[in-house]
């Protein structure tokens, strides 16, 4: 046996693909390489003639409607995993009897629709996973021996039959068992040995279309009927056109055995065939009776059955009833006397546009009345719920979905009077305006007015409503508070933002895709007190960064409010770079999105630096070279102005002082109370007085200090500088010290004078007072002695250096 092993083995289908190919060219047989995600691969409509190569990991395969003619044995070995094999609409004749084989996994097996002209047992041999089979629409005239489903244990749901089957005998379903769904076409059934189809127990649903027993062979059908009728089984009888009475006969095996569930589908009846029908029902303890696709022939003449008794038949559903004749019918059909009994009663896209006041008030019991898609108005709906009486006092829910009501106060009117009302479903109707107040049913709970063209809501909607549906209308706000609602449909309006959830506050689902929204967040969300699930996307997102930053968030199931309605909804609309992005997964940038960040990030280190800057700026003495420059500047200008002057004025050679004493405010009491006296007014005769000038007391007020130092400075002949901690660590001083520098370095003289107050060595002076270290090494300096006796001493030399005379201290 040949092995497409590059399919079974390779895991990459990509690369499968390719090898595929390859292989394709060795034997002829093409490849399909449709496969999605989930390993279903879509192989229909591709015009094979053969079964294609299809990676081996394929789950599914849909190889229907093509034209593949036969299926070999090695056409579909490798394919253990497969569980969906779909070949539904080929030419199939022949099966090899070993095809299958390898099909361990396969759960679900579509044969129909094909030019199979007799079944295999050997087919379905290995197949015991399998719990689907369709074989209809085949031209198998019988099943044929041994069981072709022996083995199949597993088997649920199976289809067989065609208009060519002739035959069913006992044992051709041998090892069919149980059944939720057995479908069997039979339309052309001749020959049915009595228990056939009955060893299946339980059995779901059955669906039989056997038109032609029904008409010719009632006996058959009957058979047929009897040996698929328990009563929990739900019955299905379709494609049937019956004329005569006699040709209902069939069903009464049904009923007899007790079936509850009887639907009907796609039908056609004589007046005759519905009299039939009601005799077979009549006192039977049916239940539902579900009629898809009635066509009525006749003219509603059905006297014969009026007194049956249907008082079992709890449900009435009709889709799709057609009358032929409808002035006739309309003229003389009575049926309302089947209509007593039902609580639930539908009667649904069948043309109808009135009944009579007194039908609906046959309609004693019903609870639930669906009259959706018809053609009903607001004028026959008066006629029909008639003004005067009571009608319909049990009914809960009412569905007037799809008719072409238009006036929302008439149909409230109409409505109040029904007491128990809680279900009111007049959606895809005409309603376009909602007038102002409305009177309802205090019971109503659930309002569905959805696909209508109303522009603006009003009080008329009651406040005792739990769920109002008013999807796609043409709604941009929403005002009312409805104090009860617990759900609320707002999906295809034209709102802008969500509704303040102040207004409901027991809401718990809300609804609201494809309006205009351009955000929502968190605290919208926090105005609703119950808010459990949201469904809010298909809308017009402009995705800022909050808006992005909510969402996520939300949509990974943080916060009380699940969004329920899948992330890919959820689209951004603009800016128009992310357009189309799906907000869970677009990417905004940081400086878009931290804005107030990122600016306080760049501020603080734009500070920072600043900062740092000013540090190492203090650090150098950068303001401190600064200042000096620019005062040395000054100063130099203004003393070069004075010198000018004095030059003009050279009567003033001479200088008043004999000394400026540069001091620290600190040392002030040193200088006031030693040196000032002692110089001044000297106690040693002999001793001239000297002047001194003091800033404290020698300089203009009002005048710059600076110009004031130079002067004092430029009017002295000797500058005293009493040097100490203090000096050092003030700044005048310092400036003091500098002028008189460049003063003394411009005068070209030894006019400085140090005194050191405490011993003080040159190293302690701070590296960039150069000036002083300077001068505290190139001048000689006088020290104030810590004891008495060396004051004498000291006092001499002082004044001796003041005089100029050549005294020199150790
Ligand atoms: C199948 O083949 C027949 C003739 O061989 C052709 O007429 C028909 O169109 C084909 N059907 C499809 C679906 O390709
Ligand atoms: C129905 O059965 C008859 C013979 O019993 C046969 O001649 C006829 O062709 C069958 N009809 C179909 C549609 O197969
Ligand atoms: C309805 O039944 C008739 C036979 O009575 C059949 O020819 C027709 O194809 C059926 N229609 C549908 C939609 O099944
Ligand atoms: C009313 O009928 C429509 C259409 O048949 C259906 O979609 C809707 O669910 C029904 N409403 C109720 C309340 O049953
Ligand atoms: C309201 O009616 C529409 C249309 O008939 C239907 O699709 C929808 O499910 C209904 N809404 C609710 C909440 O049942």
């Given at each position: 046996m040949r092995q497409p092993s590059c399919c079974t083995f390779l895991p990459l289908l990509l690369l499968s693909a390719t090898l595929c190919r390859r292989l394709d060219a060795d034997d002829g047989r093409s490849s399909c390489r449709r496969c999605d995600l989930q390993l279903f691969c879509n192989c229909s409509h591709s015009r094979f003639i053969h079964v294609p190569l299809v990676t081996g990991h394929a789950l599914a395969l849909d190889l229907s409607s093509n034209n593949i003619t036969v299926v070999t044995d090695d056409d579909l070995t490798g394919h253990r995993v497969l569980r969906v094999l779909d070949l539904h609409g080929n030419r199939l004749s022949t099966i090899h009897p070993s095809a299958f084989d390898s099909l361990w996994s396969l759960e679900e097996l579509d044969l129909s629709d094909n030019q199979l002209a007799a079944l295999s047992h050997n087919w379905f041999r290995k197949l015991a996973a399998l719990q689907r089979l369709n074989l209809l629409n085949n031209p198998y005239r019988y099943l044929g021996s041994p069981s072709v489903f022996y083995g199949l244990i597993r088997l649920r749901r199976l289809a067989f039959g065609g208009p060519a089957l002739e035959e069913l005998r006992r044992g051709d379903l041998c090892g069919v068992t149980q059944l939720e769904e057995l479908t069997v076409h039979a339309s052309n059934l001749s020959s049915y040995e009595s228990g056939a189809l009955a060893d299946i127990w339980p059995l779901g649903r059955v669906t039989l279309s056997i038109q032609g027993p029904f008409i010719t062979n009632v006996t058959l059908a009957s058979a047929v009927l009897a040996d698929v009728s328990y009563p929990e089984t739900s019955i299905i009888l379709k494609d049937l056109h019956l004329i005569r009475k006699q040709s209902l006969l069939p069903i009464k095996e049904s009923t007899r055995r007790r079936v509850r569930y009887l639907s009907l589908q796609n039908i056609s009846l004589?007046?005759?065939?519905?009299?039939?029908?009601?005799?077979?029902?009549?006192?039977?303890?049916?239940?539902?009776?579900?009629?898809?696709?009635?066509?009525?022939?006749?003219?509603?003449?059905?006297?014969?059955?009026?007194?049956?008794?249907?008082?079992?038949?709890?449900?009435?559903?009709?889709?799709?009833?057609?009358?032929?004749?409808?002035?006739?019918?309309?003229?003389?059909?009575?049926?309302?006397?089947?209509?007593?009994?039902?609580?639930?009663?539908?009667?649904?896209?069948?043309?109808?546009?009135?009944?009579?006041?007194?039908?609906?008030?046959?309609?004693?019991?019903?609870?639930?009345?669906?009259?959706?898609?018809?053609?009903?108005?607001?004028?026959?709906?008066?006629?029909?719920?008639?003004?005067?009486?009571?009608?319909?006092?049990?009914?809960?829910?009412?569905?007037?979905?799809?008719n072409i009501l238009k006036s929302l106060s008439t149909l409230s009117r109409l409505v109040a009077r029904l007491t128990k009302l809680t279900h009111l479903d007049i959606s895809r109707n005409g309603y376009s305006f909602m007038p102002s107040s409305c009177s309802w049913p205090s019971t109503l709970r659930f309002l569905n007015i959805s696909r209508a063209k109303l522009t603006t809501i009003s009080p008329c909607l009651p406040t005792s409503l739990e769920v109002l549906d008013l999807n796609n209308n043409d709604l941009s706000a929403f005002t009312l508070p409805l104090p009860a609602l617990r759900e609320l449909y707002l999906s295809g309006n034209k709102f802008l933002r969500l509704p303040s959830g102040q207004l409901f506050p027991n809401l718990q689902t809300l609804t609201i895709q494809s309006n205009t929204l351009n955000t929502f967040g968190r605290s919208d969300l926090m105005s609703y007190r119950r808010l459990q699930t949201l469904q809010a996307g298909q809308n017009k997102?402009?995705?800022?960064?909050?808006?992005?930053?909510?969402?996520?968030?939300?949509?990974?199931?943080?916060?009380?409010?699940?969004?329920?309605?899948?992330?890919?909804?959820?689209?951004?609309?603009?800016?128009?770079?992310?357009?189309?992005?799906?907000?869970?997964?677009?990417?905004?940038?940081?400086?878009?999105?931290?804005?107030?960040?990122?600016?306080?990030?760049?501020?603080?280190?734009?500070?920072?630096?600043?900062?740092?800057?000013?540090?190492?700026?203090?650090?150098?003495?950068?303001?401190?070279?600064?200042?000096?420059?620019?005062?040395?500047?000054?100063?130099?200008?203004?003393?070069?102005?004075?010198q000018r002057r004095k030059a003009k004025e050279s009567s003033e050679a001479l200088l008043p002082f004999d000394a400026f004493v540069s001091y620290s405010e600190r040392d002030a009491g040193w200088v006031e109370n030693f040196l000032v006296p002692e110089l001044e007014e000297p106690r040693e005769t002999g001793s001239q007085p000297l002047t001194l000038c003091l800033h404290k007391r020698d300089f203009l007020p009002g005048q710059w200090i600076m110009d004031n130092i130079m002067s004092a400075i430029e009017r002295s002949r000797r500058t005293v500088f009493v040097l100490s901690e203090n000096f050092v660590q003030s700044d005048w001083c310092r400036y003091e010290l500098d002028f008189s520098h460049f003063w003394l370095f411009d005068a070209g003289g030894d006019a400085a004078i140090l005194i050191l107050l405490e011993p003080l060595s040159k190293d302690d002076v701070p590296k960039r007072f150069c000036k002083l270290r300077k001068l505290m090494s190139s001048t000689t300096y006088l020290e104030w002695p810590q004891e008495d006796e060396g004051k004498e001493e000291f006092w001499r030399s002082l004044r001796n250096a003041l005089k100029g005379e050549d005294e020199e201290d150790d």
């Open positions: 004589s007046d005759e065939a519905v009299i039939g029908f009601l005799m077979v029902t009549d006192g039977m303890p049916l239940t539902i009776l579900s009629v898809e696709g009635l066509t009525l022939t006749g003219e509603g003449r059905l006297e014969p059955a009026t007194r049956t008794d249907h008082s079992s038949m709890d449900e009435f559903f009709v889709r799709k009833l057609v009358v032929i004749d409808m002035f006739k019918f309309a003229m003389t059909g009575n049926l309302g006397f089947l209509l007593q009994y039902q609580r639930k009663l539908s009667l649904i896209d069948s043309q109808l546009f009135l009944m009579s006041c007194q039908t609906m008030q046959l309609m004693m019991s019903v609870q639930y009345l669906d009259l959706s898609d018809n053609l009903l108005t607001d004028l026959t709906l008066g006629y029909m719920l008639c003004d005067e009486d009571e009608p319909l006092k049990d009914l809960r829910v009412l569905n007037m979905s799809g997102f402009i995705c800022s960064c909050d808006f992005v930053a909510f969402l996520r968030s939300q949509l990974k199931g943080d916060g009380d409010v699940k969004l329920t309605d899948g992330e890919d909804g959820y689209v951004c609309d603009s800016p128009l770079y992310l357009q189309g992005g799906p907000v869970g997964r677009v990417r905004l940038s940081v400086v878009v999105c931290q804005r107030v960040l990122f600016v306080s990030v760049s501020c603080g280190l734009a500070l920072f630096v600043w900062i740092l800057i000013c540090v190492l700026l203090w650090k150098l003495h950068t303001f401190w070279y600064l200042k000096m420059t620019w005062a040395w500047l000054k100063a130099k200008r203004s003393s070069k102005v004075r």
